[in-house]
Structures are given as structure tokens and as C-alpha cells.
């Protein structure tokens, strides 16, 4: 079955204390992306990547690193996170069916920093 | 930044009832996606639309890009409480790596 998956799905974590979030997908995409959803605002791109050892930042990087050593996984990284990190994450990965980008999305990371 | 807003932002209707949400923004993309998010889920993608006037259809759901490719719509006849869910509309650049989203359209079904 074609999935993206994400670990851990509920995470409470403190102030400072590093924490990654990893997401994988099994349809040999390209471009795998991280968001985070916030009332009010929307889906908000946080990196993007088009492929293995290029990524990029999106509209709201601050905070947060990323990595693409293999095509299937795309970690999100947070070395010290602050309680305004605390969302709803989501990764996504997109194949290109010329110019229909089908965007696929994990089933999200819920992340509270107290 | 480009931002897409969208109406409305609430929605509730009876089961068999027509309703048209709208997404608009002063940019032009590339493309433009439809997305329906379900709770403690993440969004689906329902539908793509790239040329400029496009129509598609999917079922009860009409999806019409503008012909400026500013803004869309979707439009769903005879709702049903399948149909709850929130809607997002993305704008995509045309390398398919950059979405920005709208903040949705919380739309609720009453049987």
C-alpha cells in the first residue's frame, strides 16, 4: 500500500530538549515536504526537498533542520524546541504527473512543548 | 508572499443542499490543488487543476480554476454527511515543491 508514514504520531516533550520526527514513504517520490498546521492558518511549508541531499526552507524554517541522505525518509529536526513549536506536523511526499503534482500526506504528528 | 484566503470559513448545511466554497488570491500559480482533511487525519487530495478556466469533475464536486489562475472554486451538489470534512485549496509554483494553502473551510453535513 502507498503510504507516507510519520513517528512518533503524539509527542510531549520539554523546552530545550532535541527531538526528531521522522517520516518515510514508499513510492519512490522526489519531493517530500514538512508543514505544520495551526488554527487559523493553515497548512505552512517549514522544508521542503527535491531530492536526495537538496532540500530547501519553505515559509517558516526558523527553528527546525532537516536532512535527506535517502530517498524514502525525511526527518524533521528540532534542537531546542520552545513551546511556540507546539502544533500539528505533517510530512508529505509528491510525484509529477507533468504539471499535476499529487501531494501525499502522512497521518501527522501532534507535538506539544511545555 | 503569495496568500490564498477562502469563503467561507464555516459552513453548515442539510444533507441534499448545493454549496460552492471559493479560494482566491492576487497571485497567479502555476497550479491548484483541492485537499479534504478529516479529523486526526491529514489532508487527501481530491483534485489538481493547471490550465487556466479548467473545469473538473469528480463525482458531486465541480472544481473550476479561473481563467486568470487566481482563484478556484468547488462546488458540491446534493451534500451528504460523507461530505463533512475541512477543505483546503493549494497554490502550487511550477516545480510542484512550493504549496502555499489557504486556511480552509470548515464544511458540516446534518443528515
Known amino acids: 500500500e502507498a503510504q507516507v508514514t510519520q513517528n512518533p504520531r503524539y509527542l510531549i516533550t520539554v523546552t530545550g530538549k532535541k527531538l526528531t520526527v521522522t517520516c518515510s514513504q514508499n513510492?519512490?517520490?522526489?519531493?517530500m515536504s514538512w508543514y505544520r498546521q495551526d488554527p487559523g492558518l493553515g497548512l505552512r511549508q517549514i522544508y521542503y526537498s527535491m531530492n536526495v541531499e537538496v532540500t530547501d526552507k519553505g515559509d517558516v524554517p526558523e527553528g527546525y533542520k532537516v536532512s535527506r541522505k535517502e530517498k524514502r525518509n525525511f526527518p524533521l529536526i528540532l534542537e531546542s524546541p520552545s513551546p511556540n513549536q507546539t502544533s500539528l506536523y505533517f510530512c508529505?511526499?509528491?510525484?509529477?504527473?507533468?504539471?499535476?503534482?499529487?501531494?501525499?500526506f502522512g497521518p501527522g504528528t501532534r507535538l506539544t512543548v511545555t | 508572499t503569495q496568500l490564498l484566503e477562502q469563503s467561507p470559513q464555516f459552513l453548515s448545511i442539510q444533507e441534499g443542499e448545493n454549496l460552492t466554497v471559493y479560494c482566491n488570491s492576487s497571485?497567479?500559480?502555476?497550479?491548484l490543488q483541492w485537499y479534504r482533511q478529516e479529523p486526526g487525519e491529514g489532508p487527501v487530495l481530491l483534485v489538481t487543476v493547471v490550465t487556466g478556466g479548467e473545469v473538473k469533475k469528480l463525482k458531486r464536486l465541480t472544481f473550476q480554476f479561473g481563467d486568470a489562475r487566481k482563484d478556484s472554486s468547488l462546488h458540491i451538489t446534493a451534500a451528504q454527511p460523507g461530505d463533512t470534512g475541512l477543505y483546503l485549496c493549494a497554490g502550487g509554483d511550477n516545480y510542484g515543491q512550493n504549496f502555499v494553502f489557504g486556511p480552509g473551510t470548515r464544511l458540516s453535513v446534518l443528515p
Open positions: 497571485s497567479v500559480f502555476s497550479s
Open positions: 508529505a511526499s509528491s510525484s509529477s504527473r507533468g504539471r499535476e503534482y499529487e501531494q501525499y
Open positions: 513510492m519512490n517520490h522526489e519531493y
